[in-house]
């Protein structure tokens, strides 16, 4: 099956920096690349994807960068702000299931 | 609805009692996701329903765990005598078209005592 793996776990910035998470997957197959953001006690929210058929997203402040020969993603994240701080999650699938990377948790000091 | 909803929001059993987890998808969303959470870990795939059929059920960690769905639309995740290590955020997930764009309800609290 596929496997995901997720570096770093733990990421710590100033506010105003930028912070980039990367994740590795094993699965030639997997074709869509969802990023989940987990506030304390809350469910993962999605936050931005990215389908194989396309090299890089961006949505304001995130971007996501995939590549497939190399089977790795990226999240991006610039200005970071005391809100982004949280739990983030990379996901593969290949079919109809996700699997997750272990999470990383972005801490954005003041 | 809105979004993904599970009731209770928290809930607290004793050991060996079962209990019954629900999960509202949302409306129109065909594939629903069970999801384990334990403290400060990762998810930890339990089982994945494509209309009320269950083609994965590979991640349930043992007979005391079973789930079904009804109508294509809600699922109840049943864990039977439960035990201290199943002590964890159950969360669900459903996607419009299984693989793409899951979205998360906020999860059960499952403390066994």
């Known amino acids: 099956g596929e496997n995901v793996e997720q570096h770093p776990s733990t990421l710590s910035v100033q506010e105003g920096d930028s912070a980039v998470i990367k994740c590795t997957y094993s699965?030639?197959?997997?074709?869509?690349f969802p990023w989940y953001k987990q506030e304390l006690g809350k469910g993962p929210q999605l936050i931005i994807d990215?389908?194989?058929?396309?090299g890089e997203k961006k949505d304001q402040r995130i971007a996501v960068t995939l590549n497939k020969t190399a089977k790795h993603f990226s999240l991006h994240i610039t200005e970071t702000q005391p809100e982004d701080s949280a739990v983030y999650f990379c996901?593969?699938?290949?079919?109809?299931?996700?699997?997750f990377g272990s999470g990383t948790k972005l801490n954005v000091k003041p | 609805g809105a979004g993904v909803s599970q009731s209770p929001s928290n809930k607290v059993t004793e050991k060996g009692k079962d209990v019954e987890l629900r999960c509202d998808p949302i409306?129109?969303?065909?594939?629903l996701y069970w999801y384990r959470q334990s403290l400060g870990q990762g998810l930890e795939f339990l089982i994945y329903?494509?209309?009320?059929?269950?083609?994965?059920k590979s991640g349930l960690p043992s007979d005391r765990f079973s789930a079904e769905r009804t109508g294509g639309s809600v699922s109840t995740l049943t864990i039977q005598r439960t035990q201290q290590e199943d002590s964890a955020v159950y969360l669900c997930?459903?996607?419009?078209?299984?693989?793409?764009?899951?979205?998360f309800g906020q999860g059960t609290r499952l403390t066994v005592v």
């Open positions: 409306s129109g969303h065909t594939a």
């Open positions: 997930a459903s996607s419009k078209n299984g693989g793409f764009e899951a979205f």
């Open positions: 329903f494509q209309g009320n059929s269950a083609p994965d």
């Open positions: 996901a593969a699938s290949p079919f109809d299931k996700f699997y």
């Open positions: 699965d030639s197959a997997s074709n869509y």
């Open positions: 990215i389908r194989s058929n396309v």
